[in-house]
């Protein structure tokens, strides 16, 4: 326990640890009076935590204050009065992370800066900033999540709060009894909690309470990267603090009133309805975090975060989308689907994995474009341009798979020679564990990558 207060200690001082080493790089250094000259940067900013660009990050040069945001491949160019010696970017998810700015400082020496890269820290450098003195391990369950535990009024850190994390093991995923692993752990002194050891992939449940505080079950978004955080807001079980009242408004995608719309508080058994102009006033909900939504026929219900406050809550905005009408079809074909189109359904349902369909290749221009913003995996040229092996996380050789059948990973494999348009569906898993039995290879503890084509998935049975 000690450990993971320990542990806990490093999750808010892990961007000034960063950025403190950084800085470090740069003590002392003296630019030549031949060096305050234009500079241009053509740049990447990298999330490494996920494998994939950032896009929409803001990146500042130092001296000069020059900007420029990445697009959506990750790419900037800076074009500054003077010679650059670092670049800081910002972005909403590093933020989010509590990691502040991203800092590159510049090589040595008075040469060009060719291709500058502004990253997050990998996950190997933040398990090691948080989980000290532990090993990750290698079989999917090396994930973060950690956070603050905060009283309803808004400023007191709790410590000594208990908290769990629960998720539903990846071996019975596609079990009719679904089984379920758990985590506990205490937040230190501080207020603040670590898990090490989540599992990768899917999202979990997360609760904390004490004699005093109390939370409800709070849902962990699945995410691409292994590191997450949530920060939770903890009611008292008791006294006139322990409720508060909700005033809100229930919104369609495009920001318009819904009326008549079912509200529901994760917790709390009374419902509300919603008034002709979609608001609603709701008194005595629990103070603490807990899950919102809406319902109503012809909707999709979108579940978020709440964190009530003693002094109650006013102008949240509960948000749920408008769903497609099925309407009756006859049908006219006898056409069967194929035990792997069946299959791959019932996948896409099943939150195991990653599934991207054809209209993601649509927009891009080339195929390995379209696989590298993909989370998981990266692509990796060959001699020839159009040719290309594919990376899992850890830089391992991804298993490959085209139709069922196992694809050699070479720089000429088939899904590297495939027209885009003939994809109809690509599926990755993290590893070995997460993929379904047929795309296991014995040995392999790397990413597996399942391509269908259109030709395959649509073919009469």
């Not at 819904?258 to 508080?265: E, K, R």
């Not at 927009?363 to 594919?390: C, E, H, M, S, W």
């Amino acid at each position: 326990m000690m450990r993971v207060m320990r542990a806990a200690r490093h999750s808010i001082l892990l961007a000034s640890v960063l950025v403190s080493l950084e800085a470090s790089a740069t003590a002392g250094a003296q630019l030549s009076p031949a060096s305050q000259r234009p500079d241009t940067l053509r740049g990447l900013a990298y999330d490494s935590l996920a494998f994939r660009p950032m896009a929409g990050a803001l990146i500042t040069a130092e001296p000069g204050g020059a900007t420029a945001v990445s697009d959506s491949l990750g790419r900037f160019t800076i074009y500054s009065p003077v010679r650059v010696s670092r670049l800081v970017a910002f972005h909403e998810r590093a933020d989010r992370l509590g990691l502040g700015d991203l800092i590159a400082v510049r090589p040595d020496g008075e040469g060009a800066w060719e291709r500058p890269i502004v990253a997050t820290p990998g996950m190997n450098t933040a398990w090691a900033r948080l989980c000290v003195a532990r090993r990750r391990p290698a079989n999917g369950m090396g994930g973060i999540l950690f956070g603050s535990t905060t009283a309803a009024d808004g400023g007191t850190r709790v410590a000594g709060v208990g908290l769990v994390l629960q998720w539903q093991a990846v071996k019975s995923l596609l079990d009719s009894t679904p089984k379920f692993e758990s985590m506990t752990v205490r937040s230190d002194s501080l207020g603040n909690y670590i898990f090490c050891g989540v599992q990768e992939f899917g999202p979990a449940a997360l609760v904390a309470s004490s004699s005093q505080y109390r939370s409800d079950n709070v849902l962990v978004d699945a995410d691409a990267a292994s590191l997450r955080r949530v920060d939770l807001i903890l009611g008292a079980t008791g006294g006139p603090t322990a409720t508060a009242t909700v005033q809100g408004r229930v919104v369609d995608e495009k920001g318009a009133s819904v009326p008549a719309a079912m509200v529901t508080f994760g917790g709390f058994a009374t419902e509300i309805m919603s008034g002709p102009n979609g608001r609603f006033t709701i008194n005595n909900v629990p103070t603490g975090s807990r899950m919102v939504s809406a319902r109503k026929i012809g909707y999709v219900t979108v579940p978020k975060q709440l964190d009530v406050f003693e002094k109650g809550v006013t102008g949240l905005e509960v948000v749920v989308e408008k769903g497609t009408l099925v309407e009756q079809v006859n049908i006219r074909s006898t056409r069967i689907k194929s035990r792997d189109a069946t299959e791959l359904d019932e996948r896409k349902t099943s939150g195991l994995g990653r599934f991207v369909d054809s209209t993601h290749f649509a927009k891009y221009d080339r195929t390995r474009q379209a696989l590298d913003l993909l989370p998981g995996i990266r692509t990796q040229v060959g001699r020839v341009p159009n040719d290309f092996v594919i990376r899992g996380r850890g830089d391992c050789m991804a298993s490959l798979w085209v139709n069922a059948v196992r694809e050699p990973n070479t720089p000429d494999n088939l899904i590297a020679r495939l027209p885009k348009d003939e994809i109809a569906a690509v599926e990755i898993f993290n590893n070995e564990m997460q993929a379904p039995a047929r795309f296991q290879t014995a040995g392999n503890q790397c990413a597996v990558v399942v391509l269908w084509t259109k030709q395959h998935i649509n073919a009469k049975r």
